[in-house]
């Protein structure tokens, strides 16, 4: 009889309480993990603000850019119209650039109007509310995902997920936090198979985010993995990708919608975006242009001692954020050779391409770093990996997180 290889013998612990513990105890040692990581998150970006004399906590450490037009639509609706028509504008865009709020996604700021109406809370501080709150259900989600995982292996996924190296944006009054809680659910329900939940939860995300929309592919991995064992007939699988990938389509649609009833142009969105030369780009031109050009200054009396970081820490954020998708891809595969690999993680390696291309095609002008958030789920299939090689990883991108977090609170990143 052939011998196997010992590590295959040795039974896997997993990332759960035992079961002969108490239920109490069971819950409580199930949630401390990401409960715990939810406030070490906050630790870290309240170091980065401390290294730069910036309160982080406060609903004003939070705000940035962005999260004023999501405050705008939440209180006023959607507005567009000619940039020429305000003096204030006209002079910052070329002639016949459209202007107004309608270039942002209606769920984050829905939700905020939701909340601000019957509390009386301000935009941004309901704002923070989703945020936080969605930050925390990301956690429990995911460390939920990572039950059946060795523990040395989901805490190094876990810390990856604490220290995303533009995690600072899963805090901020921005709709980023929102959007991975929802794709965490829809990885949640795809893993039971439920597919028109996972497709609902999917719509939202489209909602959500522009990126977003990509949330298809986890749901289309997932199916044809499925078809390809033969673990779903064709009829069913059919019906399934109509589910998972039809929804985020339909979610995407309303948003154009919404659009098209409140400022009569359903194209409102690529309107407005155009003016800032986002559109269908080259992405290996797009990425090109990020490494080799110095990084966008947003603010117009940057911190002189940290334009040096600005440029270095973006960078480092894309590449690591395109090793991460690499890495998603070859975990995925190595899981595939070993028989290990889950329909979900066939669809999350997919997405991670995706999501690290279309930011990408969209040009060079759209914040990649704040996209990147968004891989997220992604981190599950790097389950299939070494700790030895998981925990330099998250170093890393510890490394990277707490200056970009110092750039986050300077203004220095869009």
Not at 70 to 93: H, K, N, Q, T
Request: overall charge neutral.
């Amino acid at each position: 009889m052939s011998s196997a290889p010992a590590a295959v013998l040795v039974p896997e612990v997993p990332a759960t309480a035992p079961e002969d513990l108490p239920r109490w105890r069971r819950r409580a040692a199930a949630l401390f993990p990401p409960v715990l990581a939810y406030l070490v998150s906050h630790l870290v970006y309240t170091v980065a603000g401390l290294l730069v004399a910036e309160p982080f906590l406060p609903v004003s450490g939070r705000v940035r850019a962005d999260s004023g037009l999501y405050a705008l639509v939440a209180s006023r609706g959607y507005e567009l119209f000619l940039c020429d028509s305000d003096p204030a504008l006209g002079p910052m865009f070329a002639p016949g650039a459209w202007c107004g709020t309608a270039g942002w996604f209606p769920l984050y700021p829905g939700l905020i109007r939701v909340i601000t109406w019957p509390t009386g809370l301000g935009e941004y501080e309901a704002g923070l509310l989703v945020t936080e709150v969605c930050l925390l259900l990301s956690f429990v989600l995911l460390w939920r995902l990572l039950r059946d995982t060795a523990r040395p292996v989901a805490f190094a996924v876990l810390a990856l997920a604490t220290l995303l190296p533009a995690g600072v944006y899963l805090h901020a009054v921005f709709p980023m936090a929102l959007a991975g809680a929802l794709l965490l659910a829809t990885v949640t329900a795809v893993a039971a198979r439920r597919w028109v939940l996972a497709g609902l939860a999917g719509a939202l995300v489209a909602t959500a985010y522009p990126m977003g929309v990509a949330v298809a592919a986890i749901g289309f991995g997932a199916v044809v993995t499925l078809l390809g064992r033969r673990d779903l007939r064709p009829w069913a699988g059919l019906r399934a990708a109509l589910a998972v990938c039809g929804l985020p389509l339909v979610g995407l649609a309303a948003v154009f919608g919404v659009h098209q009833l409140t400022v009569g142009h359903w194209n409102a969105y690529m309107m407005i975006q155009e003016h800032y030369g986002n559109g269908v780009h080259n992405p290996l031109e797009s990425l090109a242009e990020l490494a080799t050009e110095p990084a966008v200054i947003p603010v117009a009396e940057p911190r002189q001692d940290l334009i040096w970081s600005l440029n270095v820490f973006t960078d480092a954020e894309l590449w690591w954020s395109l090793a991460l998708a690499l890495l998603a891809v070859a975990a995925a595969v190595i899981a595939s050779g070993r028989g290990r690999l889950r329909p979900f993680d066939a669809g999350l390696a997919i997405y991670a391409v995706a999501l690290f291309i279309g930011p990408l095609i969209a040009g060079p002008g759209v914040s990649q770093y704040r996209s990147h958030t968004l891989l997220l789920p992604a981190l599950l299939v790097l389950r299939h990996l070494p700790a030895k090689l998981l925990w330099p990883y998250a170093l890393v991108s510890g490394v990277i997180a707490l200056p970009m977090g110092m750039l986050f609170s300077t203004w220095l990143l869009f």
